[in-house]
């Protein structure tokens, strides 16, 4: 973790001939910004340089051209050139040579934010399956950080001001969510969107609704059982654990009426029964958070949107979102931390803090 007074800001590149460079560079053009935290990208100076020139009306942008985040200067756009000199742009096609240095970026930036060069992680949007065909090996951003920092349990929380979602199932064929859905999954997400909560957005006591997976939740098991089966268990579960979980609630109506607004979060069964009512309410602030990480990871809630790339179309505040979501995440994180801590210290008997306090004092 870094010690310094701003958050080093770390952003891949995600697919170089996306939207992701327009949407970083417009979310980086006023200098006031830099105010607030240190940004460090992962990718190319030379595509950077391509697509500013293709913005109209930007001002001046310092960049620092570096070789790792060490040498980030807290003043400029930071820019770790970690892909070839000769690396080819070809905005609004999805290519081999795009997929791989998306990945290469992916992978700088998980060292840096592991080792503690860089604070908090932003991913642009990548191309699923070209990744893939070049050997990913990931469905998407969430699991392979899921398994780069071995972690067993996360969630993908999309998240705004007004509205979090998360889903029990994620990058799946809609034909395999029924077999997926289980009573042990359906616990592990609400047990880690009610830590989430409570850690990353300062909600003391979390109220977490659950949605059905068949219409009108089953309609008394006539059309599913997955209801009264799974789902039902799964909350009473959480609530033996003191989770205050409630549903399970129809989406449609749940959605319709605004019931949202009455919780903390939302768990969905599955991808679109919760991203697109989310994104309808919230596209252009929305946010992709990946809850669980031992690390602050988020993205905006947009692809790579290949019809605009190069035209200055792109709309970057699902981007800025994005970056101060991650530094709000980082500093609420830093004071649930020092919060607990503050507790336990408290609670050790007064002769082993004053020997705490002693060492302390010596180191």
């Known amino acids: 973790m870094s010690t310094k007074a701003k958050p080093?800001?770390?952003?891949?590149?995600?697919?170089?001939?996306?939207?992701?460079?327009?949407?970083?560079?417009?979310?980086?053009?006023?200098?006031?910004?830099?105010?607030?935290?240190?940004?460090?990208?992962?990718?190319?100076?030379?595509?950077?340089?391509?697509?500013?020139?293709?913005?109209?009306?930007?001002?001046?942008?310092?960049?620092?051209?570096?070789?790792?985040?060490?040498?980030?200067?807290?003043?400029?756009?930071?820019?770790?050139?970690?892909?070839?000199?000769?690396?080819?742009?070809?905005?609004?096609q999805p290519t081999a040579e795009s997929a791989k240095a998306a990945m290469t970026s992916l992978e700088q930036a998980v060292r840096d934010v592991?080792?503690?060069?860089?604070?908090?992680?932003?991913?642009?949007?990548?191309?699923?399956?070209?990744?893939?065909?070049?050997?990913?090996?990931?469905?998407?951003?969430?699991?392979?950080?899921?398994?780069?920092?071995?972690?067993?349990?996360?969630?993908?929380?999309?998240?705004s001001d007004s509205i979090k979602v998360g889903v029990v199932t994620g990058h799946i064929p809609l034909k395999d969510v029924p077999e997926s859905i289980t009573e042990e999954k359906i616990l592990r997400k609400l047990r880690v969107i009610n830590s989430s909560l409570k850690r990353d957005f300062k909600v003391d006591e979390p109220h977490i609704a659950v949605l059905s997976l068949n219409p009108h939740s089953g309609d008394g098991g006539l059309l599913g059982s997955e209801e009264q089966e799974i789902i039902i268990p799964a909350i009473e579960k959480a609530q033996e654990e003191g989770i205050l979980a409630f549903g399970p609630f129809s989406p449609d109506g749940y959605f319709g009426i605004g019931q949202y607004s009455h919780f903390d979060a939302t768990l969905?069964?599955?991808?679109?029964?919760?991203?697109?009512?989310?994104?309808?309410?919230?596209?252009?602030?929305?946010?992709?958070?990946?809850?669980?990480?031992?690390?602050?990871?988020?993205?905006?809630?947009?692809?790579?949107a290949y019809e605009m790339a190069g035209r200055d179309e792109a709309n970057p505040r699902s981007m800025r979102a994005a970056i101060f979501k991650a530094i709000d995440i980082f500093r609420n994180r830093q004071d649930y931390d020092a919060l607990i801590e503050g507790k336990m210290e408290e609670r050790r008997p007064a002769e082993e803090r004053e020997q705490r306090r002693g060492k302390s004092q010596i180191a």
């Open 114 to 159: 592991r080792n503690g060069s860089i604070d908090v992680l932003i991913t642009a949007p990548i191309n699923k399956k070209a990744m893939v065909n070049e050997g990913f090996g990931y469905t998407g951003h969430t699991e392979y950080l899921q398994n780069a920092f071995g972690v067993n349990d996360i969630a993908m929380f999309m998240v």
């Open 8 to 92: 080093v800001v770390g952003i891949t590149q995600g697919d170089g001939n996306g939207i992701g460079y327009e949407v970083i560079i417009k979310a980086l053009e006023d200098p006031r910004i830099l105010d607030a935290f240190t940004p460090v990208i992962y990718g190319s100076s030379k595509i950077f340089g391509f697509y500013k020139k293709s913005i109209h009306e930007i001002g001046q942008i310092d960049t620092n051209v570096i070789s790792s985040a060490e040498e980030a200067h807290p003043k400029r756009i930071n820019i770790v050139n970690c892909l070839p000199d000769n690396v080819f742009v070809e905005p609004g």
């Open 268 to 304: 969905a069964m599955y991808h679109d029964q919760g991203l697109e009512p989310f994104k309808a309410l919230s596209f252009e602030d929305g946010v992709n958070y990946t809850a669980g990480l031992p690390i602050v990871r988020t993205s905006p809630d947009h692809g790579t």
